[in-house]
């Protein structure tokens, strides 16, 4: 039987146990591709787990750095905790309000300028018209996309979507913050910026998951590491021994340096 929130104390923010979720890789486009394939008894598709049997307990306030190589389910994992996608086994719960980052530009809509995306993004959020007004000039000041502000969110670059959806994101009242590569885009300024804002929201006793695959980031920001490879969480538990895990699981993996202090210089700059 499965649990539910009543089974754990009050300072339990996130429960993931035993989750997956599968997803369809298609060798084929076209339907005609598909029909040969099939004549010829080739296979067509093949199954795999992007999220793997995955279990963990998040207290309240806990700072938590999601790593691991491109494609190992980190965002998967993301969207099954703020229940944007749903778990084919296992279960996922959340106590409190969840806001954060997780795809840059979801739940814009690119034909509404940046102005009334701000009006309708943070109504999703629950923000009343109100709370909008009241916050609308932080969350303008924050994505400082000056005039663009008043075009199509559709004809922004990926940079200002994520400054304006990272800007509305931090200006929602949550329990939960999730911060999915946020420093993957935006220029190095932007990036100090949203470092600072998300040490705040650390130190306001809110939880925060932070995916990343820069280890001095995740070392000033997070208080535990979890390691994800091909969907499987192979690591939990301090941050330096997260990082060292990453780093001795395969030297000889060209990716893994992608994990390792070189980010550092690249994401945020030699002096943090
Ligand atoms: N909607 C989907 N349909 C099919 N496959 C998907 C879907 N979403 C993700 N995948 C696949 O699931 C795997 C895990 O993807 P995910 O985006 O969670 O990885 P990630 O660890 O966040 O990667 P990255 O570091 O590159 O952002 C990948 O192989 C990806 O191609």
Redesign the pocket.
Known sequence: MSSTAKDYPASTSIVVEDVSKT??LRFHRTFKQVTVAKLRGQRTREDFN?VDHVSFTVEQGESIGLM?L???????LLKLVNGTMRPDTGQVLTRGRIAGLIATGAGFHPQLSGRDNIYLNAAVFGLTEQETKDRFDDIAGFADIGKHLDSPVGNYSSGMGSRLGFAIAINVDCDIFLAD?VLAVGDRPFKRKCMEKMEEIRDSGRTLFYVSHAAASVRKMCDRVLV?DEGRLVFDGDVDEGLAFLNDEDDADPRKVRAGEEELDEELGADV
């Open positions: 997803f369809s992007a691991g491109n494609g190992s389910g980190k965002s998967t590569e994800l």
